[in-house]
């Protein structure tokens, strides 16, 4: 069974940093593509970044070079590390992956920016 983690969101400033973390298990992970997911209050959930299992990243335009996706395989680990964050940032993060025809999501992280 694939289970996703995450960690790392919290309350932060605007201009602040985090780095959220997800662990995986259950599945090959340095095989997969893998995304960060985020999703604001009354907003549709949208795809942030993504990376590949050879390290091709793609992120949404609103977080180009402020955001960078990496992976640690040793670790079945993505991060998600978020710099220069706004207000608009403010969301539940989740992690995924797809195995298969089969989607996995994480239980989510909350990421709030306020002064």
């Known amino acids: 069974q694939v289970q996703l983690v995450e960690s790392g969101g919290g309350l932060v400033t605007p201009g602040g940093s985090l780095r959220l973390s997800c662990t995986s298990s259950g599945t090959i992970f340095s095989i997969r593509t893998m995304d960060w997911y985020r999703q604001a209050p009354g907003m549709e959930r949208e795809l942030v970044a993504t990376?590949?299992?050879?390290?091709?990243?793609n992120y949404v335009d609103s977080v180009q070079g402020r955001f960078t996706i990496s992976r640690d395989n040793a670790r079945n680990t993505v991060y998600l590390q978020m710099n220069s964050l706004k207000p608009e940032d403010t969301a539940i993060y989740y992690c995924?992956?797809?195995?298969?025809?089969?989607?996995?999501w994480g239980q989510g992280t909350q990421v709030t920016v306020s002064s």
């Open positions: 995924h992956v797809r195995v298969s025809f089969n989607h996995y």
């Open positions: 990376i590949t299992s050879g390290g091709s990243t």
